[in-house]
């Protein structure tokens, strides 16, 4: 059973800055897909009640080990190409290793796990850098392979 103030916590107000803008921005490119990790009783809550599982259309996988289920999330959401957004660098690189070229790491510095020095060292960088997540809407996608044109 989960406590009441986890219940009713206001995730909404804990979004970062510009994030429904971003996953609206990224709709031109294709469609947006929250894949994440954590208690599968919890986790739902949170991408509920934080607003992200509207602004995706419900286009949310939730696994104990996202970096697992490649296979997975391609039966569910198949595609040319693929862009992972994580502020934890092992978990990119982990999903790079199984996608290779058909996957685009991004790595905002941004949130707990990206200010960790031990989380940087760890692993390879990421394609792509951003101070925040709400730099997103600054990206050309279009150049990935795979992308279509947005329009």
């Not at 406590?3 to 510009?18: H, I, N, T, V």
Request: glycine fraction near 8%; hydrophobic fraction near 40%.
């Amino acid at each position: 059973m989960m406590p009441s103030f986890l219940a009713d916590y206001p995730f909404a107000q804990r979004l970062y800055p510009g994030a429904l803008s971003v996953l609206a921005h990224l709709r031109r490119w294709g469609p947006t897909v929250i894949l994440t990790d954590g208690d599968v009783v919890f986790q739902p809550r949170k991408v509920q009640r934080s607003g992200l599982w509207d602004a995706v259309d419900g286009r949310v996988l939730i696994y104990l080990h996202k970096e697992q289920m490649l296979e997975a999330v391609e039966q569910c959401y198949p595609a040319r190409h693929y862009v992972m957004v994580d502020d934890k660098r092992r978990i990119p690189a982990a999903m790079k290793q199984g996608w290779g070229d058909r996957l685009t790491t991004v790595f905002p510095r941004q949130g707990h796990y990206a200010l960790d020095a031990a989380n940087i060292a760890a692993c390879p960088s990421a394609d792509i850098t951003i101070e925040r997540i709400g730099a997103l809407t600054d990206v050309d996608f279009s150049t990935l392979r795979g992308t279509p044109k947005a329009g």
